[in-house]
């Protein structure tokens, strides 16, 4: 996961590269200050109303209730993309100990590559010195040692990733507050984390989890034994998330209010044994940080107990959960970008999906890859057949879910930020939208013209 890089790719195709030891699912198309900006209409263009159901896509579709996937075939996908290191974790299998001058020089590396992006605070101020100095101070680097050995833990709350102890963020030179590069993404409660390190203040923890690794509030974070956290993770009664986001109660009654969790999340589920809430097992911390597991109670209308069967109507279904949600960079405001979208959606059906959307357009069955901008004609024909629901369309900086295609023209599912209008103006759309493939115009060309990878998540996948 350290060799994963993030691209950000502006509207404009300003592209910066952030450190290699970072990693961030989707990056945002984010506004160039020159560039002016007008907010998008309810319905994109080229997008009907009906457009904005599921069930119009799953009338479309050939055959919306074909199992693609059985558990067996899901489970050998999921040990698949962890073996060919694509930014995905088995944290019950995480080594007992880590070398610590490696994480040492990730940690010197990763700072140094912020330094020298050129962010600015919030005020518009670039950091001088002394700031950069107390991050450096709060890494304490002094404490990693040669060898480091690994504790384990279970997420509390949900929480943010960060790529800098801090809270503070930094802004590229548009100071867009909705695009604080220091913000990596999010865990949800129950999430299980390999812990490597502490900062300096003891208020931020260095952690790897199933597919991230950065620092999470050490207030987050229950420390248990590897064994505690290997039998929450594969406990066989579970309940999987499948509203975009769930409340938790510490009640069957369903009013002592406790958090909330997202689409895709899996927690350790009693017996069914309630008519209106399935019975669940959360983290949380005692008086010394570790960890004991509490009951928690969620509706049934917002989850499933086991994961849902992968179909393309339930894939479908799913994605029109999230529809009209707000984009949130890195998972800011506590919402998604393009590739959490994605790996949300997949999660209910059992696959876990990189984070990143560089890595996400790397599993798969390839049916498309070609960098080169255009070819419209070529990308059509690779999506004629069934891959509706399944395929994931991949640009510099952006991933897609297609729909189907109408009339010959092609519509997917995407969280997106922009997209051009013309050389001056852009459109900010900032949710999760159905929109066609081939949006946009400028003399970046179409969403379409700049796709480079297409791939299906499909059985075949496990040959590719």
């Known amino acids: 996961m350290l060799g994963c890089m993030r691209i950000l790719m502006e509207t404009r195709l300003l592209i910066v590269v952030l450190p290699a030891a970072l990693l961030i699912g989707c990056d945002a198309l984010a506004p160039v200050p020159a560039i002016r900006q007008v907010p998008s209409p309810a319905l994109v263009p080229g997008v009907s109303a009906v457009m904005n159901t599921p069930g119009y896509w799953i009338g479309l579709h050939p055959d919306p209730d074909r199992l693609v996937m059985t558990a067996a075939e899901i489970a050998a996908f999921n040990r698949q993309i962890r073996e060919d290191d694509l930014g995905v974790a088995g944290i019950v299998d995480f080594n007992d100990t880590v070398d610590g001058e490696k994480l040492k020089a990730d940690l010197i590396a990763g700072l140094g590559l912020i330094r020298g992006s050129g962010y600015s605070r919030a005020d518009g101020r670039q950091p001088d010195d002394g700031w950069w100095q107390s991050i450096e101070d709060n890494l304490n680097l002094a404490a990693v040692g040669p060898e480091i050995t690994v504790r384990f833990g279970l997420i509390v709350g949900f929480c943010d990733h960060r790529v800098l102890p801090t809270t503070e963020g930094l802004y590229g030179s548009d100071l867009n507050l909705n695009f604080d590069r220091l913000q ?9 984390v390999a812990v490597l390190h502490r900062s300096r203040d003891e208020q931020w923890l260095y952690v790897v989890g199933e597919t991230m690794r950065g620092w999470v509030s050490s207030e987050r974070v229950a420390l248990c034994e590897r064994e505690i956290v290997e039998r929450y993770v594969r406990a066989e009664e579970f309940a999987v998330v499948t509203a975009a986001k769930a409340d938790l109660y510490a009640d069957e009654n369903l009013r002592n209010h406790v958090g909330r969790v997202q689409m895709g999340t ?11 809430a399935f019975r669940v097992f959360v983290p949380s911390r005692d008086q010394d940080g570790a960890c004991t597991l509490e009951t928690a109670y969620i509706q049934r209308i917002e989850a499933s107990l086991g994961h849902l069967p992968y179909t393309p109507r339930t ?12 984009y949130g960079w890195g998972g800011l405001f506590g919402e998604q970008d393009c590739s959490r979208f994605v790996q949300e959606v997949f999660a209910t059906v059992g696959l876990i999906l990189p984070r990143n959307s560089s890595e996400q357009a790397r599993i798969g069955r390839e049916i498309y890859a070609n960098p080169q901008i255009g070819l419209v004609e070529d990308k059509l024909a690779a999506l004629d057949g069934h891959a509706a629901a399944l395929a994931l369309l991949r640009l510099n900086g952006h991933i897609m879910l297609f729909l189907g295609s109408v009339n010959g023209r092609p519509y997917v599912i995407h969280d997106l930020w922009s997209y051009d209008i013309d050389e001056s103006t852009v459109a900010v759309v900032n949710r999760v939208a159905v929109t066609p493939a081939d949006l946009g115009s400028g003399p970046a060309g179409t969403l379409l013209d700049r796709v480079n990878t297409i791939r299906v998540l499909d059985r075949s996948s496990e040959q590719r």
């Open 184 to 192: 990596d993404s999010t865990l949800d409660i129950a999430a299980p």
């Open 315 to 326: 894939i479908i279904n799913q994605a029109f959960k999230l529809l009209h949600t707000p």
């Open 266 to 276: 899996r927690l350790a589920a009693a017996q069914d044994d309630g008519p209106n």
